[in-house]
């Protein structure tokens, strides 16, 4: 313990060795903050309590002299790294799939024009959908093409406009059931099967259209709008929270604040009065 203190105390005294010192602590410890609120509520923070007890029942059984219990025990470690892997596979595989939602890849690979008559086609779609209760999923890319999600699809590659929406959706359209993709400007696929979300914080009540509109968001970097049959409501996903909407003008606001944040901060500027004008 008195080492412990003292390797502390000597963090305080400036050095170049003692800043990489606590930049490291720092990193381990936004790493175990980042694994523990990405398992939090799931099924994989089950899987840690059943490993804390059989940490403390390791170490009783070495405590207590229990050999036999010990002994197998002790050999069961050596197959803990496997046996975690396996374990929190879609936890780790989430995880991983993160890096490609970091918007340095977007910043790389140039990031993707949509034009505001794009927004405006989207929106004018949705409020129709809403008005008539027709069930609508369609998902924008943000960054990384979703070529495994169009590729389940039947291609469109069509310029986006409300009619070809409208038409899509229309119920007795085969192309109905399914997820749209917008590609910048284009409607590149439709009837699109979307992954599920499996989080157990999801609220029950919600259906398969909007679990898939938080599912893909969850996976990839994109936005989905959702429209339900039901409730006439439009939902708005993104990173697996979704967003629910009250009416067609917010979404149109919504959308031009994550597809084109700087044409919102010129129409922002252009409204704040100069300091100079008397």
Known sequence: MEEILRHLNSLWTLSFKNLINVLDILLVAYVIYRLLSLIRGSRAWRIMGGILIFIVALVASSAFGMESLHWVLDKATLLAPVALVILLLPEL????????????????????????????????????????????LIVIELG??????????????????????????YEGNPLHDGAVVIRGDVLVAAACRLPLSDNPRVDAMLHMRHRAALGITEEMDCLAVVVSEERGSIGLARDGHLTIIESPSDLRELLTANLRPESNGKNRKKEEPSADVA
């Open 93 to 136: 595989r989430q995880t991983l799939e993160g890096f490609g939602k970091l918007r340095i890849w977007t910043q790389i690979a140039g990031e993707r024009s949509i034009e505001p008559g794009t927004i405006e086609e989207i929106v004018k779609a949705v409020s129709y959908f809403r008005g008539q209760r027709i069930g609508a």
């Open 144 to 169: 990384p093409p979703l070529d495994s999600i169009v590729s389940n699809g039947i291609h469109i590659d069509a310029e986006v406009s409300a009619p070809l929406l409208e038409s899509i959706f």
